[in-house]
């Protein structure tokens, strides 16, 4: 696909609207991970020297609009998921150029643009409290799109975790819009995409988390394309599972038995699963609460019981794992999702050994992507004090990198900015 980059467009006094994901992990209103929102700050300050008025819109967390009968109780239902607490962030950065409203569409949100001073910035209220942004019906989609449409002149993506959805602020409102470019950010992850689906061999990828769902289209091309796979998570419950393996209590995403025993069998020798996770009992909701730990050797026959829940990658699969990797002598790796429960301390392991497999091969192409894994290799380096910048290429696109390796970058978000 073709795009129009942000510095083909003269934006000196024209009013640009920035897509951007500040979906930060935020909890009791404060930012765990800013390396999402700093990630955007290139674009930000090239569209301010230049001298564009800039409208930034954004979605922060998963509020359903619908549950509310008024914009305070959906804050009150959600208070992690108003875009004020990344207005509060920003202002530290930005100082007077930036300004917040409380709503995304409306005669009030056409004043403050209107006024806005050029250099200056306008951040609006979380996308997502609009029932059009994430409607299931296409009309209401296109009314809101049509309403946020008549605020600027210039429409900017910056965000690959965006494109993969049907958002009306992602896939509707760039087909309203006169003018569309991508911004810098989202051009560096499109060409970190593009060296992933051609990738240098020998390749290799971590995959973590739970959705299967999520990973099992990207699973299939990357193994086509002749990546090594390393599994972790509780994504490798359901390869466990498949392999008569007896994962206790385990988080499962279901439904995919056919698909996994066919990979494996296919694939034997290019999936590698874990011969030993560390375990322990979860009896509550809170995730720091987790007794009775210890290690399950599948080698040795020992068996995941009923009340544990596999919980982190052992120490004999991730020694596997690292000596895999130095056989292979790969050129290219990946990393997406956490290979453990990494709130926890104590299941850290597995994410902080792929962050230091990641280190040691400075050589290969490297790139890990999505919120967990990424909040996981930050807190490996501030812990043992190395710069992040050699860990390899931030994607702050978690399920955004995997449908575009999945879909070989034919994505709705990039679709409707194509030769616009």
Known sequence: MNYKLLNQFNVSNKRVFLRTDFNAPIVNKKVLDDSKIKAHHTTIDYLANKGARIILGTHVGRPKPDEADSRKELIHNYPD???????????????????????????????????????????????RYEKGEQSRVENEKLEFAKHLSSYFDLYVNDALSVCQNGDASVSYLPQLSKNTAIGFLLKEEINRMEKLIKPELPAAAFLGGFKVKDKIGALQKLLEKGFEIFIGGAMRNPFLKSQNYN????????????????????????????VDVRVGEMKSKDKQKVSNLRYVNFLKNEEIHANEEALDNGPETMKLYKEKIEQKGIKTMLANGPFGLIENRSFRFGTYQVARIFLENEQAFRVYGGGEVNHGFNLFSKEFKIDAEKLGDQCNAGNGMLQYIANEGDLPGLRALSCR
């Open 81 to 127: 998921t108003d875009a004020e607490i990344i207005f509060r962030y920003l202002k530290k950065i930005y100082g007077d150029k930036i300004s917040f409203i409380d709503t995304s569409i409306g005669e009030e949100v056409n004043g403050c643009i209107n006024n806005l001073p050029q250099g200056h910035i306008l951040l609006l209220q979380n996308l």
């Open 247 to 274: 994962i206790g209590g385990s988080k499962l995403d279901s439904g995919f038995d056919d698909i996994i025993h066919k990979l494996m069998n296919d694939f034997r020798d290019k999936i590698h699963i874990p």
